[in-house]
Every structure is written in structure tokens, then in C-alpha cells.
């Protein structure tokens, strides 16, 4: 069973490593029906934690802190920010059920740090990117460059710093994500017409050659025969 490292909690700002919420987002089921008593410490609702690691598939919260999302109109959103040793979640606050979003680790391309701005971004190349404000974006790229580095043996993930406050030019919105899709579709089915308008016309060129050699051929007989009736007359 994996077991959550020792000092790991430190990044859990929030201490909700135990939050029976949190346990359901991690498709792990609470140590009753009836929930949490109320009266656990923090430290054994930890232990519990462990206990359904199993059915976690082993996540584990490693990181969670309140911060704010930039939408892709530049309005800020107060958001809770989740990070276990799999993936990254983006929560309401005191609504850790249920995840706006999920973004396995190993899938972040980059992140994009504002060095005169809490601002921050994470560039999912197979999805879209995350735009963020938190004063501990530091932290944050760390820690998420250690996951990465772990799971995907030894691989560094690339964290750019940039001198831009606002890193909203930077940032590959959903709507951008699904417009570069189509873009894409539409280009892959122009090379697909033009590849085949090429072969039909290469085709008819073809066949007109074919046609070209043919009718030569015949006149070729057609004169042979002539010669041959000229001859016998």
C-alpha cells in the first residue's frame, strides 16, 4: 500500500487531507456511512486516510491552498487548488466532492511563472491551459516539478519565468483549444481533397497516356494492314 511520506502534509495548508469530501473526490469511500464523528484529530483522519489508499488507486493529498483562477475574460475566481501525488484538481472552496477539473501530471507540458506577478500558469499540451494567482506559485511549480519528475523517472518538467504581470497572452484558453482543434480538422481534410485531386489527376494523365499509346498503336496496325493489301493488289 503506498504510504504518504513524512513531512508531506506541510503542504496542505488547508488540512484537509482527511475531509471526507476530499475522500469521495478520490473515489475513496468514508470510514462509515454515517461519515466522520466530528471528533477526529487531524492526525487520524491522516491514519484513516491510509487506510483507503487502496481504494484510491494510492493518491494521496500532498497540496492544497485557496487561491484565485483568471478566466479566459480575465474575471478572478476564488478557487481551492489540490494537488496530490497523481494529479492536479481545481475545487470550490468547501466543495472538495466535486472537481471542476482534473489534470493527471504527467499531462502539464510547462509552467509559465510571472516573476513581477503572483500569476501562473499550468500548459496542458493534450487539454488547454490553467490560469492562476497565488503568492506561493513558487512552491506550487516546485512541488509539482518533484511529482512530475517521480512519476515520469527522472524526466524534469520545464518551468519558464517571465518578466510579463499578466500572463493572459500566454495562455491557451478552452475556446482557443477547441478553435485550434477545428483549424487543425479543417487543414488535415484540405491535404486529404488536395492529395486527391493529385491522384485523379494523375490518374487522368495517366489514362490519357494510356489512351495516347493505344490510338498510336492502332494506327500502327492500320497502316501495317494497308501495306499488306497495297502489297497483294
Known sequence: MTQQPAGENKYDTLKIAGNSQVLALLKAEGPAEGGW?????????????SKFEKKTHGE???????????????????????????AIYNTKPGKY????RRIPITEVGMVTVSTTSPEFVFHVPSQYDYH??????????????????????????LIIQSELKHLKDLVLSKKLAAYAVYVFFFFFLLCCCNNFFEIT????HHNAL???????EAGVDEEEEDDAEGAEE
Open 60 to 86: 494521496y493529498l500532498i497540496f492544497s491552498e485557496k487561491l484565485v483562477k483568471i478566466n479566459n475574460k480575465g474575471k478572478k475566481q476564488d478557487r481551492v487548488l489540490l494537488i496530490t501525488n497523481k
Open 132 to 157: 492562476m494567482a497565488s503568492r506561493n506559485k513558487t512552491v506550487i511549480a516546485d512541488k509539482l516539478a518533484e511529482l512530475y519528475s517521480k512519476l515520469k523517472d527522472g524526466e524534469e518538467l
Open 97 to 100: 466532492g466535486k472537481s471542476q
Open 201 to 204: 489527376d494523375h490518374l487522368d
Open 210 to 216: 494510356k489512351s495516347a499509346a493505344t490510338g498510336t
Open 37 to 49: 464523528r466530528g471528533s477526529e484529530s487531524y492526525e487520524e483522519k491522516k491514519n484513516i486516510l
